[in-house]
């Protein structure tokens, strides 16, 4: 579901119009939907709360797939909680209203200065990836005069995901500890002093379409909770993750993605029967994907014998998923077409100096021309999350829209704030 919809000709997000915000803001812009956010949160928290076995399950949204203060914010008010991956998505956390209870510290490489932060600021849980991870967070909490509460992330040699970049629960991926060694890193930190371990956590990859791979490497937590429970250690929370996917291609009633959650949910229900834990959840991608999109305006035509080129103001430096994961998005002109219109294959391209900065090729669109506004669908993660500086280009802008008012959540970023980053060495100043 997502609440972009053609109206009186135009293209709208919720009550506003795209030409609005293209002419008011500038392009390229990414613009996101509150409604679909919040409907997309809800719709997953009530499933896997009644699916869960106790009735306690905790959704702990993952800011590297959108990490906008407004998103954030809206996300926050629900009462989610957030899963972070560096002091800097803990401290926006913070900032956007997350209580440390409600904060995860996911990663594989936390530093010494980062688990200081985040324990001093008494977040929920840690997700200890490494046995000398465990050893530092147990020196740097006890030297806080603390007990930080955690959980051992491990590797179920369960791999799963839309690419081989984002699949994380293969042996041969570098995320979490592995099975044979989970029984001894767990009696080690039942006698560290500044550890208090709680359970179990997995992530197997990101958008995921079906429930198998899910069902497989659960099947496998749920006995290690038993094995471990069995050697007299407390596991009270089993950390599900996250990485289920969502429609790129976006089916026109959109009755697919609620059913695969509905999946979900009823696949862990079942798994987790009888069990006696808290369940935890880390979707990211599900609740934002759809609820974003970046919009751009038509630059250049460029014919060529073979193929035609348009080019946008977008570039691959805005939204690189295409470029670094062959990803497919949709795209929809902000001009509604005309019933039966005449289609041109494009090559839709950005203004940067590489032949990857290609968002599509031989795409079947209207007929565009140059100030035509076109906007790249199901967006809302790892969009502007993912942006860079590339060709010294400026940040893209990014606006919330909430029915029919919308705010700039991320102004454009100005040449002076550009050029402002950088010091000249004293030798050349």
Known sequence: MHHFSYRDGSLFAEDVDLRRIADE??????????????????????AVKAAAPTGKAHV???????????????????????????????????A??????????????????????AVEQGIYQVNIETEGELDLLSRVAGLLGKRQEAVFRVNPDIGAGGHAKITTGSSENKFGVSFEEVSR??????????VRMMGLALHIGSQIRETESYEAA????????????????????????????????????????PDLIEAYAE????????????????????????????LTRVLHLNPRPTKQFLVVDAAMNDLVRPAMYEAYHEIWPVSEPEAGAAEVAYDVVGPICESGDTFT??????????????????????????SSTYNQRLLVPEVLVKGAEYAVTRPRQSYEDLLGTDRAPPWLA
Not at 185 to 194: E, F, K, W
Not at 230 to 254: N, Q
């Open 185 to 194: 890193l767990y009696t080690r930190a039942a006698n560290m002093p500044g």
């Open 25 to 46: 803001v500038g392009t390229p812009v990414y613009v996101y939907s509150s409604a679909t956010i919040e409907r997309h949160y809800r719709l997953f928290e009530a």
């Open 218 to 257: 659960y099947t496998k937590m749920v006995a290690l909770v038993g094995s471990l429970r069995a050697e007299g250690h407390r596991v009270d929370r089993l950390d599900l993750g996250g990485g289920l996917g969502i429609p790129y291609e976006i089916p026109k009633d959109f009755s697919h993605g």
């Open 361 to 386: 090729a031989g795409r079947l669109l209207p007929a565009l021309r140059p100030d035509d506004l076109i906007a790249f669908m199901t967006a809302g993660a790892y969009g502007a999350s993912m």
């Open 60 to 94: 702990f949204y993952a800011m590297k797939a959108n990490g906008n203060l407004g998103v954030l914010k809206t996300l926050a008010a629900l009462g989610a909680g957030a899963d972070t991956v560096s002091e800097g998505e803990v401290r926006k956390a913070l």
């Open 96 to 117: 956007a209203g997350f209580p440390p209870e409600r904060i995860v510290f996911s990663g594989v490489g936390k530093s010494e200065s980062e688990l200081r932060y």
């Open 267 to 294: 696949m862990v229900g079942l798994v987790t029967r009888g069990l006696d834990v808290e369940l935890g959840f880390e979707p990211g991608r599900l609740i934002v994907g759809n609820a974003g999109i970046l």
